[in-house]
Each structure stands twice: as structure tokens, then as C-alpha cells.
């Protein structure tokens, strides 16, 4: 009962601060995250924690899957040298980087107990990441860079720490060669099982005619297959989001009213799941201080040492990367400049996955013996949410306006327009052939002409622009408006082919294709 409590406490703090944080401009996980960590304080709070092996299940994959439904399979071909960047390699660098100067500093520390520390605070949180950086008017090559980063960074970290926990309980070796091949059998078998749960999904969206029960699939998915490939001990990270990619590929011109019913579910969904969330980190975060009271004290040499290398390893990343694409002279759809170097850098933010896997810690190993490293280990990943996550979230606002870096807004308009072009050519092409076979008189045709000639309009339209919509639709006769219709699914059509295509932005098509949507469900009141 107190857990109940404590999660509808949470529910109703996230409304109330989303609020707050929109006048203040300011993220609405920090602030949770804060008020969560005070509210722990205040005398007579019953502690509750959460286990440990839950909180990767029950969060990680739905806000994985939220994110992921932003990208496309398009923007991963375009982007494979920064997911593999950035998502793979860093992990691995910025792990062996905080494992090595750990063991410099802390003379007691084994490379395996070391390992799993780099493991944990190594890779930038993908739900951080889209909460925070995702709404500050952040350049949208940016931001999918950070995305591409965010959703498979974590595989490469979980594999990494597993393995180093394997060793450090029961004693074993550590060798590259099992991790890579961990990881590369993980992942492929993952993506194979991605695969066949969106088909599955798929199926089940064609064969059932409600729409709650489509959207109802869409929240089971990411659980199902999340649970199907820890079991079966593959990357969970990567079958919720080669699941969402897939689903958002199979995506189909005609599921117009479906489209907008998951979007509105899906919004509140990854609100709600958000807030809880960062709401329990923020608890747990002050549990941690708690539990370790003044010996916390004798680990700050280990503690500041780990938290200036995971941000300088970063930066040092950035740097290099920026520095190849400009020798090149082709970006790496990475840093373009040096205040994008400082930005990305700023939000290598850690998170969940990071307080997890440090909660998931063994308090004893196989023989009997404790765990000594387990409390500066749990203290160090404390002491890197706090630097990495609560100072950027923070302060990311007032970085972004005194860097005064261009926000992307005419080049993404740009994009809009044209494919908003594009969508206009095939409705009119197609409304000319479809026309041409029915009984429509010419005045008829010729009304039908001038609506559609300007279907560039409604793209470029407010999408909150419902009603002029609405007096629109039921200005149109029926005729005109099965005919429309035709033309509407075409434009649909073209725009899902871009979707897919290299070099479109996903968010451009989902602005564009949603207002389609509206138009289409409004010729049905």
C-alpha cells in the first residue's frame, strides 16, 4: 500500500511540475528528480525502495520505445559512424578510462570491480537525454545525434558490466574477445526478435478492428520483448527499439485515426513514465547519502577522480570527432563546430540505466565474502548523476542562449516545404487518374481542383487548427470528399516513402504526416 501511495504521489507531482517547469523553462525531470531527492527528507516519509531488477523492466523499455518511434531505420544508415561512435566506442573508452584511474586512485580497487564501475557511468541515458536536451530549441542534427547515441549506447554498457559482475562474484576472467562476441550475438539476436514481435504486432493491428487494442499492443511490445531477450540472454536495449523502428516502418497510409490515438496515448505514456522515474532516482539518490552517512567523506579523491573522466573522456571524444570531419571536410553528422562540441559534450547526461545497474550491485559474492566496493561504487554513480544530470539539466537552457547557436529552424521549414511539394504532386496526380474514371461533372472536378491545389496549405497549416478544418470537411459533399480521400492517401503514401528514405528527418515527416491525419479523420465527422 505505501508503494501505491508513493507512486500515485509521484504521478500527481509530475502533472503539477510539468506546469511549473513550462513557465520556468525548465525541464520537468530535473525538477522532479529534486523534488523527489527533498521530499525523502521530510521526517515521517516512509523509505521505499524499489528492487533493483525491477527498474531497468519496468522503465527502460517503454521510454525506449517512445524514443525510438521518433527515428527511423533511414536516420541509422545515414548515422552508422556515429552509432558506432559514439554508442560503442565511447562506451568502451570512457569505461576502461574510469576503470584505470580508479585503480590509481583507489588502490584496493580490482579491475573487475573497476570495470563495472566504468561500465555503469559510461553510457549517456537515452530518457535524460530526449527530457531534457529534446526541448530547449536544440538544432535537430544535434538532437538525433544525441538519439542515435542514447537508444543503443546502453546494449554496449550492459554487456560490459554483466560481464565484469560475472568476474567479480564468481571470481572468472575477463577476455575482449567474449565481450565482443557477447555483445554481437546479443545484438543480432535481439534485432532478429525486434523483428518478429513487430510482425507479430503488425498481425495483430490488421486482424483486430479496435483501436485501443492497437495502442494497447504498442505498450505490450516493448515489455514482451524486453522480458523475451533477457531471458533468452540477449540485448533488451536493442529489441524495444529495433521493435519500434520496425512497427514504425510497417506503417501504412490508410491508418490515419490509429496514427493520432497512439500518438495522444504514447504522449501521456512516456509523460507519466518520465516523471516516476526520475522521481524514484531522486529517492534513491538521497537513500544512497543516507545509508553512507560521513564515510562518504573518505571516498571523494575516488569519487571527483571518476567524475572529471567520465566528462574530460567525453569532451576529449567531441573534440576528436570534430577534428576528423574537419579534415575530411564532410561532417560526421557529429560536432560541426566547437560550441556543438561543448553541447554535446554538456549533455552526456547518465540516468536510469546508470542508477540501476549501481542498485543491482550484489552485497555479497559466491564465497560468503562482502562486496567491500560496492558502497563506493554505488556512491560514485550517486556523485555522476548529479554532475552529468542535475547541473546540465539545469543549466542547458541558458547554455543554448549564450552560444546563440542557430537553431536549424529555416533549414527544417525548408525541408517541410518541399516535402509538402512533393505530397501535393502525387495527390494531384493521382486525383487527375482517379478523377478521369469517375462520374464527377467538370464543375465538380474543377472544385475538387482548387481544394487540393491547396494541400500545401494544410500541411503548412497550425496542427491545433482544428476547426477551420472541421467546417471544411463538412462544407465537402460526399463525392468530393471519397475523391479527396484518394488524394490524401497518396500524399500519406509519398510521405511514409521519405520516412524511410536517407536523409529525411523523421520529426519533419511525423509534423507533416500527422496533420494529413487530422484532415482525413475530420472528412469522417
Known amino acids: 500500500m505505501e508503494f501505491l501511495t508513493l507512486l500515485v504521489a509521484l504521478l500527481v507531482g509530475t ?12 525541464p520537468y525531470p530535473i525538477l522532479m528528480l529534486l523534488f523527489a531527492a527533498l521530499v525523502a527528507f521530510v521526517p515521517g516519509i516512509p523509505e521505499i525502495h524499489v528492487e533493483p531488477e525491477l527498474i531497468l523492466p519496468l522503465f527502460l523499455p517503454p521510454l525506449l520505445f517512445a524514443a525510438a518511434q521518433r527515428s527511423s531505420w533511414s536516420t541509422f544508415r545515414m548515422r552508422w559512424r556515429t552509432l558506432i561512435l559514439l554508442a560503442v566506442a565511447l562506451v568502451v573508452v570512457s569505461a576502461l578510462a574510469v576503470a584505470g584511474t580508479t585503480m590509481l586512485v583507489v588502490g584496493s580497487m580490482t579491475l573487475p570491480a573497476a570495470l563495472m564501475l566504468g561500465a555503469l557511468v ?46 567479480t562474484v564468481a571470481g572468472g576472467d575477463l577476455t575482449a574477445g567474449d565481450l565482443a562476441l557477447s555483445f554481437v550475438v546479443g545484438s543480432a539476436g535481439a534485432a532478429l526478435l525486434g523483428y518478429v514481435v513487430a510482425a507479430i504486432v503488425a498481425w495483430v493491428a490488421a486482424a483486430v478492428p479496435s483501436l485501443v487494442a492497437h495502442s494497447a499492443a504498442t505498450l505490450v511490445a516493448p515489455y514482451a520483448v524486453y522480458l523475451a531477450a533477457e531471458e533468452a540472454h540477449l540485448s ?24 493520432l490515438t497512439r500518438r495522444a496515448f504514447w504522449d501521456v505514456v512516456e509523460l507519466l513514465t518520465t516523471g516516476v522515474a526520475f522521481g524514484l532516482v531522486g529517492m534513491e539518490m538521497r537513500y ?43 561532417p560526421l553528422l557529429a560536432p560541426a563546430s566547437l560550441k556543438e562540441v561543448l553541447v554535446l559534450t554538456w549533455c552526456g547526461m547518465r540516468g536510469l540505466a546508470t542508477l540501476a545497474l549501481a542498485l543491482a550491485l550484489p552485497v555479497t559474492l559466491d564465497d560468503g565474502s562482502a ?118 492517401d497518396a500524399a500519406r503514401t509519398e510521405i511514409l516513402l521519405a520516412r524511410n528514405e536517407v536523409g529525411t528527418d523523421p520529426e519533419v515527416v511525423d509534423h507533416l504526416l500527422r496533420r494529413l491525419d487530422l484532415r482525413t479523420v475530420l472528412l469522417d465527422r
Not at 502533472?15 to 525548465?26: C, I, K
Open 236 to 259: 533488451g536495449v536493442v529489441a524495444v527499439v529495433v521493435t519500434a523502428l520496425e512497427i514504425g516502418r510497417r506503417a501504412r497510409p490508410q491508418d490515419s485515426e490509429e496514427r
Open 122 to 167: 559510461s553510457p549517456p541515458d537515452p530518457v535524460a537525454v530526449e527530457a531534457v536536451a529534446g526541448k530547449v530549441g536544440m538544432r535537430r542534427r544535434l538532437v538525433t545525434t544525441l538519439q542515435t547515441e542514447g537508444l543503443f549506447n546502453d546494449a554496449m554498457a550492459i554487456v560490459l558490466f554483466q560481464a565484469a559482475l560475472s568476474a
Open 15 to 26: 502533472v503539477v511540475l510539468v506546469g511549473v517547469a513550462e513557465r520556468a523553462r525548465l
Open 371 to 488: 562486496f567491500e566496493q560496492r558502497n563506493f561504487i554505488i556512491t560514485c554513480a550517486a556523485a555522476v548523476l548529479l554532475v552529468t544530470l542535475v547541473v546540465p539539466g539545469l543549466t542547458l537552457p541558458a547554455l543554448m542562449r549564450w552560444l546563440a547557436l542557430p537553431t536549424g529552424e529555416a533549414e527544417e521549414r525548408k525541408a517541410e516545404q518541399a516535402l509538402a511539394r512533393r505530397a501535393q504532386k502525387a495527390a494531384l496526380e493521382t486525383l487527375r487518374s482517379h478523377s478521369s474514371a469517375t462520374t464527377l461533372t467538370a464543375e465538380q472536378r474543377r472544385a475538387i481542383g482548387r481544394r487540393l491545389s491547396g494541400l500545401e496549405r494544410i500541411l503548412d497549416a497550425a496542427a491545433d487548427d482544428v476547426d477551420e478544418l472541421h467546417r471544411s470537411a463538412r462544407e465537402a459533399r460526399s463525392t468530393m470528399q471519397a475523391v479527396e480521400k484518394v488524394a490524401l
Open 288 to 330: 544512497i547519502i543516507a545509508d553512507e552517512g560521513r564515510e562518504i567523506a573518505r571516498f571523494i579523491p575516488g569519487v571527483v577522480a571518476v567524475c572529471v573522466v567520465a566528462v574530460v573522456v567525453r569532451l576529449l571524444w567531441m573534440l576528436g570527432m570534430h577534428a576528423v570531419a574537419r579534415r575530411e571536410g564532410t
